[in-house]
Antibody, heavy 120, light 107 residues
């Protein structure tokens, strides 16, 4: 069955960087995009961007452009999100989610989420 | 960015009620509208994609309709496990954008 398993919670200081992993299983990794979505405590959902594992193509939310980078390692079916120059308002749960053409790029499977806390 | 506006922001309903949530896009998005359910401490769960297609495994009491700019999620015969927050999302063009959410509470 399809699974996306993310790395564990992180606590970082302002200005630092964080790298979150998302390991996929149960499907052909290169057949679907991986999207990243974040959610601050008690708030709504915010799209961070996408990566196409097959080509490595990426797209980022404009407000995070220049601070966020997605990479992938197809040999281990894993996608990474790195966010740099962390600020307190980056504190959120970060989700990876699979998106494919069949669903009009809706996110049909989600990781369990990774809490990133930015605190002095 | 395409703004997505949901209404209402919250509602109270009883088990067995029919519930309707609406979502309006700031510009036409064809049928590229998705609905998610989120429960506390959990990742969102896809209910409806492409405006009206029921995701596999989702109960048939959930349905979606609409195209262009106006969309609706309907829950027929609300069940205890349906009390949650519901989000619409457009996947027509990047950046994907979400509505602000509708909290469905027990009356």
């Amino acid at each position: 069955h399809v699974q996306l398993v993310q790395s564990g919670a992180e606590v970082k200081k302002p200005g630092a960087s964080v790298k979150v992993s998302c390991k996929a299983s149960g499907y052909t990794f290169t057949d679907y995009d991986i999207n990243w979505v974040r959610q601050a405590t008690g708030q709504g959902l915010e799209w961070v961007g996408w990566v196409t594992p097959n080509s490595g193509n990426t797209g980022y939310a404009q407000k995070l452009q220049g601070r966020v980078t997605f990479t992938r390692n197809t040999s281990i079916s894993t996608v990474y999100m790195e966010l740099s120059s962390l600020r307190s308002d980056d504190t959120a749960v970060y989700y990876c989610a699979r998106a494919g053409a069949y669903s009009g790029y809706a996110e049909d499977y989600w990781g369990q989420g990774t809490l990133v806390t930015v605190s002095p | 960015d395409i703004q997505m506006t949901q209404s209402p922001s919250s509602l109270s309903a009883s088990v067995g009620d029919r519930v309707t949530i609406t979502c309006r896009a700031g510009q036409t998005i064809s049928s590229r509208l998705n609905w998610y359910q989120q429960k506390p401490g959990k990742a969102p769960n896809l209910l409806i994609y492409a405006a009206s297609s029921l995701q596999s495994g989702v109960p048939s009491r959930f349905s979606g309709s609409g195209s262009g700019t106006d969309f609706t999620l309907t829950i027929n015969s609300l069940q205890p496990e349906d009390f949650a927050i519901y989000y619409c999302q457009q996947s027509y063009i990047a950046p994907q954008t979400f509505g602000q959410g509708t909290k469905v509470e027990i009356k």
